[in-house]
């Protein structure tokens, strides 16, 4: 089975900290996908890869980067965190099989 | 923009069928309608996945209609542990390869005892 594996479960950041969420797969896919999940506006999409050092901007990139220098990882970076930044972070891959993407268990990042 | 439509929430007997309706009125003729769920705590899981026609496997049913404009996902048997929100996705495919998935807020499903 594909793993998605997201570095941390639970996380606590102080405001204006830098942050970094890691995600690994083992299955060589060559898409990977941020998205953060908030109570009531469902998952939404921050920033994909499609190939190493390529990235593309979701549909909320707006304080995040990204960074994707090996196939298998894929990095959230958070350069000032910000309290509207608290919420659950989602890791997914692909390799746009028809069965779909496989999510991590998600890093819950909480700034205080 | 999520593409899809959904109830917020649905109740279901344990034992009874769930039917679960989506909306994609705007859905394009190459994009696919995939349904995952998430169980709280964890990711979201692939269910079932169609682009025309019906789709059965061991876990759910998946019925397009014929303008393909709505599908329905159906869990034949619910059991307590189908309790979960269900995404109605729209796959988004782009030129040179990549892709995304475009989730909209989903439905709640309670299966009751």
């Known amino acids: 089975d594909v793993k998605v594996t997201q570095s941390s479960r639970y996380l606590v950041k102080r405001t204006g900290e830098k942050v970094f969420l890691e995600c690994v797969q083992d299955?060589?896919?060559?898409?990977m996908f941020w998205y953060r999940q908030d109570p009531g506006l469902g998952l939404r999409l921050i920033y994909f890869s499609y190939d190493v050092k390529m990235k593309e901007k979701g549909d909320i990139p707006e304080g995040y980067s990204v960074s994707r220098e090996k196939k298998e990882r894929f990095s959230l970076i958070l350069e000032s965190a910000s309290t509207n930044q608290t919420s659950m972070y989602l890791c997914?891959?692909?390799?746009?099989?028809?069965?779909?993407?496989?999510f991590g268990s998600g890093t819950r990042l909480t700034v205080v | 923009d999520a593409k899809t439509t959904q109830p917020p929430s649905m109740d279901c007997a344990e034992g009874r069928a769930a039917n679960l309706p989506c909306n994609h009125s705007t859905i394009s003729g190459n994009e696919y309608v995939y349904w995952y769920r998430q169980i709280h705590s964890q990711g979201p899981q692939y269910i079932i996945h169609?682009?025309?026609n019906n789709e059965t496997n061991e876990m759910a049913s998946l019925i397009i209609t014929e303008d393909r404009k709505s599908s329905t996902l159906i869990l034949p048997h619910a059991t307590l542990r189908d309790t979960a929100v269900y995404y109605c996705i729209v796959r988004v495919a782009y030129q040179g390869g990549s892709e995304k998935l475009v989730f909209g807020k989903g439905t709640k499903l309670t299966v009751n005892p």
């Open positions: 997914a891959s692909t390799n746009l099989d028809p069965y779909g993407y496989t």
């Open positions: 169609g682009l025309k």
């Open positions: 299955m060589d896919h060559e898409n």
